[in-house]
T-cell receptor, first 117, second 113 residues
Framework: GAVVSQHPSWVICKSGTSVKIECRSLDFQATTMFWYRQFPKQSLMLMATSNEGSKATYEQGVEKDKFLINHASLTLSTLTVTSAHPEDSSFYIC?????????????FGPGTRLTVL | AQKVTQAQTEISVVEKEDVTLDCVYETRDTTYYLFWYKQPPSGELVFLIRRNSFDEQNEISGRYSWNFQKSTSSFNFTITASQVVDSAVYFCALSVRDYKLSFGAGTTVTVRA
């Protein structure tokens, strides 16, 4: 199957700083990317949908000014956690969808573990 | 809105036992997709299966099998002859035409040697 990478795989930062997480589709063009958040021992919750060349669509309760999403190309979406606080510590997972004739698979990245001190 | 319920929080079995994970879903869409994912301690999601709403055939893949019943809105997953490597959190998920995944709460499976 197709490969999705995330960078970094883990990051520790101080409260108040901003952190950028990259999600790349390595061998296919992703028209849509999704960002999920998973707190310890909990399920994955969709944060936002990112479409190439347009503004991200955020799920209810997700602050768009805090979680900035940019999908500048068909292979890259970035999530920036601005002014991070300890409650933002979580596992962030992206997924990318390849769409086309006979193709509508969704592939997940390995995740990024964010710890805010 | 879509909803997925995995009523079993944790299941513990001894190696070689069979284990069945329950998944019940809710959606008003007639076209939808059901998934199962495995999440080992490393955190990376491992895709196991996808089923569309028009295909009720049961599926078997090695020691894994899935039972899809639209009449009861269930998509259950069975691991036959479990092994220690099967220990993980298993998620059932649902998506409709927008491809957004709604995940169940997950079931933690522990297989003891």
């Amino acid at each position: 199957g197709a490969v999705v990478s995330q960078h970094p795989s883990w990051v520790i930062c101080k409260s108040g700083t901003s952190v950028k997480i990259e999600c790349r589709s390595l061998d296919f063009q992703a028209t849509t990317m999704f960002w999920y958040r998973q707190f310890p021992k909990q399920s994955l919750m969709l944060m936002a949908t990112s479409n190439e060349g347009s503004k991200a669509t955020y799920e209810q309760g997700v602050e768009k000014d805090k979680f900035l999403i940019n999908h500048a190309s068909l292979t890259l979406s970035t999530l920036t956690v601005t002014s991070a606080h300890p409650e933002d510590s979580s596992f962030y997972i992206c997924s990318a969808t390849e769409r086309g004739e006979g193709r509508d698979e969704q592939f997940f990245g390995p995740g990024t573990r964010l710890t805010v001190l | 809105a879509q909803k997925v319920t995995q009523a079993q929080t944790e299941i513990s079995v001894v190696e070689k036992e069979d284990v069945t994970l329950d998944c019940v879903y809710e959606t008003r869409d007639t076209t939808y997709y059901l998934f199962w994912y495995k999440q080992p301690p490393s955190g990376e999601l491992v895709f196991l299966i996808r089923r569309n709403s028009f295909d009720e055939q049961n599926e078997i893949s090695g020691r894994y099998s899935w039972n899809f019943q639209k009449s009861t809105s269930s998509f259950n997953f069975t691991i036959t002859a479990s092994q220690v490597v099967d220990s993980a959190v298993y998620f059932c998920a649902l998506s409709v035409r927008d491809y957004k995944l709604s995940f169940g709460a997950g079931t933690t499976v522990t297989v003891r040697a």
